[in-house]
């Protein structure tokens, strides 16, 4: 996630605003030029490739010699340090009998974080003014390790105020600001936290949007846990970064030829994001299940006979390659972390573990005597310094804290380390004593394995925080923030860094309850959010109240509404559905983030656009046993179902192609025989948590559902799971009728082995206690209440709203504004009572949204709309004024701006043509008599008006109809 909100916003706001001309429809081309900090940022989240399909040309080191390219463009992105200025000044003022000209044409300078005043009047009294096109201070003073993971930049460690500032920095790109605690043992931590909220602040004043509030950041030191630091962590990305030649996500290996390789194993590696915080022996498991499929395709691909046999393993042999040369890596990465394991850290990792947990793995109490005598082998001179200051700390923070100053130096007596080594240990002894926060224990006996049993303090603090149960007076708030309503959270700490024990805790954390991980920070997961119609018809107003409450929950959480259209089902594609989908969305100010249109990191946002994805995923699910290709004609299907009605059975697939092995069916298919794809769905029942109705239990009894059709066209079930995971979705909010299939999506994200985000099932639209809405109603399709009756889009959002649901405080007679609702929305308010389409209550949220509606950007706009579908003749802007005002203070129940052409308001712009069409407009009226009282009247205004309308039970706008006719 911060990898692409880093990348984003390089991309969007450096390279492409400058390099792309719209009017051409082509890109122009520059140099980038990069200082050692703006370098880290770059590298941390794009790829030199990416960065040259921006237009880039070439990318430049700013400290070094560079050959001066007087006809080219700079893009400088940089941090505003006195050495950055310096050199920035020199390329335009470097004009000498060698070197005439500057060294670019112009520049474009990005700072990645504030400019101090002094350097910024450096640079303003400097020739570069002359040459700059554009000046900008990014506030990108963070630097993305992993999607979930971050570091301060190299030019901030060790400054705690620029340490502050990076997660201030943090927080605004996220569009959050969390509540914010500091350890009460830890005075720096509050200064820290101080900063943050007053660089929050002036970046809010800054914002046309509000910052989230659902978050919380707790700011600790890094003695509050000084143990996690000392143990080993024996999970792959730990061993591999201890033991191995592994760095910035590299790992360089020597062949059995001596020849040395090198291989990227980092996220976009499914298999190492699997197994980066498995344990060592999990791992080696793995890597013979590698192996062993690795195996199989080779012999698959060494028996081919026939031509369309050896086509196939041609097209298939990059993918065989890439997946050899990935396996052969992780081999290689196991051996050596099992071999260096087991020659020299068993029993070390063993001995760390017992001290840290005070117990054995049997569950035995590990006592002082016991762990001193298991611990002095290891104290020889024979053993590497490191190793015996890492044991003795740990014992003196574990089994032996309440061992004294004079015990300490009796375990020194025959240490041959260093007096600065020593001091060290007395400096992390002195933290110890300061600290009076203690680690609750897990129970010693558990199934974890023996060299991995001791918990990060952080998970027990992050536990706490989710659970709403962190004592205030131990981690205290600053400023006077409520901590209700707040159900995610995150955790920044500075100081020594973080162990990668403690962000596998944090990972976990995050897959039960949505928490992830960043360096120095625990942090919420983005909302993220999809409206996924189908372009087969007219919008329903179920569809438009499902995109709204997906709208409010992302707005209200600083999140991301996207769009997606999900137009797999070609037969019954219409061709203008989506721009009518687009036009309510628009109409009802619902507008997307990320969608067809307006593009985005995730696309094509058109599932006919990623028929690639769902064929990979389905036969992934047929490689891991999970799906099969069924062969079998319509005919024998449609046979298998009569044969099951006339039995009184549930129809199903009898499986018959599940039978046939793997390697006949891929002969069948590239035979050229017609195939879907089937899952593989056992009889279960599943278990899973939705945000309105709780738990929900299924029993999953079905048939084995097509997920992919023969046309290579995916089923609904397959194309929204593999979308959801592939968008980084966190929550699914959609109407109830589809919870009955959630199970089924349970049991294919387990397939996936993929976690599934959270889900919201919103409640059905009814128009009677009993009765469900038809598709034969008018009042069912969005376009009915914009185009036919006038509605202002407030007033149908109201009526979404009409039992309270999700907004706090509700009040049924108070008219909301789309901000208001955002701002009070609460998921958990939302209620299992179905929403009644009463048309009573749409006409007094019409009334309502009419009276607090705006003329000139509202009300004008709409009713020249109007106006216009009926061919009406359109007086001045300012007479419409007046018939506005006139209605606003006259006539309470005006609501329907389609009543001015087509309703008993209608004389406003229309007149009848006669006598006898005057008297058919008011059949029910003693028009005579009216008429005679009006010719009395010397002024018709309101006031002359409203006796004469009361005596004959008229509206006033009915008596006024009759004077202008």
Request: proline letters at 4%; glycine letters at 4%; charged letters at 30%.
């Amino acid at each position: 996630m911060l990898r692409i909100l880093v990348k984003n916003q390089i991309i969007n706001q450096v390279l492409r605003p400058k390099n792309f001309d719209p009017r051409l429809g082509h890109r122009r081309f520059s140099v980038l030029v990069l200082d050692k900090n703006g370098l880290e940022v770059v590298n941390s989240c794009l790829g030199m490739n990416e960065v040259f399909e921006e237009g880039v040309t070439l990318v430049e080191d700013l400290t070094r010699n560079r050959e001066p390219m007087p006809t080219m463009d700079a893009i400088y992105v940089i941090f505003p340090t006195e050495e950055s200025i310096n050199v920035l000044i020199n390329d335009f003022t470097r004009k000498t009998r060698y070197a005439p000209e500057n060294t670019y044409k112009h520049a474009y300078i990005y700072f990645m974080d504030t400019c101090p005043d002094s350097l910024f009047q450096k640079l303003s009294k400097s020739t570069v003014v002359k040459y700059t096109k554009a000046l900008v201070e990014l506030n990108l003073n963070f630097i993305p390790i992993e999607s979930q993971i971050f570091t301060v930049s190299s030019q901030n460690r060790g400054d705690m105020t620029k340490t502050a500032d990076s997660i201030a920095s943090l927080c605004l790109e996220l569009n959050i600001n969390p509540l914010l605690r500091f350890h009460s043992d830890f005075a720096q931590s509050a200064e820290i936290c101080y900063r943050i909220d007053q660089k929050l602040k002036e970046g809010e004043e800054n914002r046309k949007t509000p910052l989230a509030s659902d978050a919380e950041l707790i700011v600790l030191d890094r003695s509050f846990d000084l143990v996690s630091p000392l143990l080993h962590e024996c999970t792959l990305q730990a061993m591999a970064t201890d033991l191995t030649d592994f760095k910035s996500g590299i790992y360089r290996y020597k062949e059995d030829n001596g020849e040395m390789k090198e291989i990227p194993l980092d996220e976009s590696c499914p298999i190492w994001l699997e197994l980066r915080h498995k344990h060592l022996a999990d791992f080696l498991k793995k890597v013979q299940t590698l192996t062993k499929e690795l195996k199989q395709m080779h012999e698959s691909s060494s028996t081919s006979k026939s031509a369309k046999e050896v086509t196939s393993t041609i097209r298939q042999l990059p993918v065989y390659l890439k997946k050899k040369a990935k396996t052969e890596a992780f081999l290689s990465l196991a051996e050596e972390c099992r071999t260096k394991y087991f020659k020299s850290l068993e029993q070390i990792i063993l001995l760390e573990q017992d001290m840290a947990v005070e117990h054995t793995p049997e569950g035995s109490r590990l006592s002082d005597s016991q762990a001193v005598g298991r611990l002095s082998p290891f104290l020889l001179p024979a053993i590497p310094t490191e190793t015996r200051l890492r044991l003795i700390l740990i014992f003196m923070l574990t089994i032996g804290k309440d061992k004294d100053e004079q015990f300490f130096n009796r375990l020194l007596t025959h240490t041959d380390f260093r007096d600065d080594e020593v001091q060290m240990v007395r400096k992390m002894l002195d933290w110890r004593n300061k600290t009076s926060f203690q680690r609750r224990r897990a129970p010693p006996e558990d199934e974890r394995y023996p060299s991995s049993r001791w918990d990060p303090k952080i998970k027990n603090v992050i536990q706490d925080m989710l659970d709403k149960r962190l004592d205030e007076r131990e981690f205290k708030i600053v400023g006077t923030k409520s901590t209700t309503g707040l159900r995610t959270a995150m955790s920044a700490r500075y100081g020594g860094g973080i162990t990668y024990s403690e962000i596998k805790i944090a990972y976990e954390m995050s897959e039960k309850s949505n928490v992830t991980m960043k360096i120095t920070d625990i942090l919420r997961q983005r909302v993220r959010v999809r409206f996924a119609p189908s372009p087969t018809g007219h919008l329903h107003i179920g569809g438009l109240r499902t995109a709204f409450f997906n709208y409010l929950f992302a707005k209200k959480h600083g999140g991301d509404f996207i769009l997606r259209i999900e137009d797999t089902d070609r037969a019954r594609f219409v061709e203008d559905a989506q721009e009518k989908i687009y036009e309510a969305l628009r109409f009802y100010n619902l507008n997307p983030d990320e969608g067809p249109r307006e593009g985005g990191q995730y696309g094509p946002y058109e599932q006919s656009k990623r028929l690639d994805l769902y064929q990979e995923a389905a036969h992934q699910l047929i490689d891991s046993g999970h799906a099969y290709r069924c062969f079998c004609p319509e005919h024998r299907l449609e046979l298998l179902r009569k044969t099951a009605e006339k039995r009184g059975e549930i129809p199903k697939y009898d499986r018959k192609c599940a039978n046939l092995t793997v390697e006949n069916a891929r002969k069948m298919a590239e035979n050229g025989e017609k195939f879907v794809i089937r899952f593989k769905l056992d009889k279960q029942n599943v278990q899973f948590q939705d945000e309105v109705f709780g738990t929900v239990n299924q029993c999953i009894d079905e048939s084995d559902p097509v997920l992919l059709k023969s046309d290579g066209f995916p089923t609904y079930h397959l194309a929204n799971v593999i979308d959801d995971q592939k968008m980084e979705i966190s929550h699914v909010i959609r109407g109830m009728e589809w919870l009955s299939s959630t199970g089924k999506h349970q049991i294919l994200y387990k397939a996936f082995n993929w976690t599934p985000p959270k889900f919201v099932h919103l409640s059905l639209i009814m128009r009677s206690a009993t009765k469900k809405l038809s598709k034969r109603d008018k009042d069912a399709f969005v376009a009915y209440y914009s185009d036919q009756l006038g509605v202002l889009p407030e007033a149908v959002l109201n009526l979404m709203i009409r039992n309270g649901a999700g907004i706090q405080n509700f009040d049924s007679d108070y008219f909301y504004s789309l901000r208001e609702m955002i701002d009070q929305f609460d998921l958990s308010l939302l209620g299992r009572r179905n929403l009644l389409l009463d048309a009573d209550a749409l006409l007094k949220y019409s009334r309502m949204a009419f009276q607090t509606a705006r003329f000139d950007d509202e009300l004008y706009p709409r009713i020249l709309e109007i106006l216009e579908k009926k061919n009406v003749e359109i007086p001045e802007k300012e007479h419409i004024r007046k018939i506005v005002e006139f209605l606003k203070s006259k006539e309470e129940n005006f609501g329907f701006l389609s009543s001015l052409t087509s309703g008993e308001f209608n004389w406003f712009f229309s007149r009848p043509q006669s006598s006898q069409l005057l008297c058919e407009s008011y059949p029910d009226q003693d028009l005579p008599t009216i008429l005679q009282e009006l010719m009395k009247l010397e002024i018709y205004n309101s006031e002359t008006l409203e006796p004469l309308a009361k005596r004959h039970q008229l509206t006033l706008a009915k008596t006024m109809g009759i004077v202008t006719e």
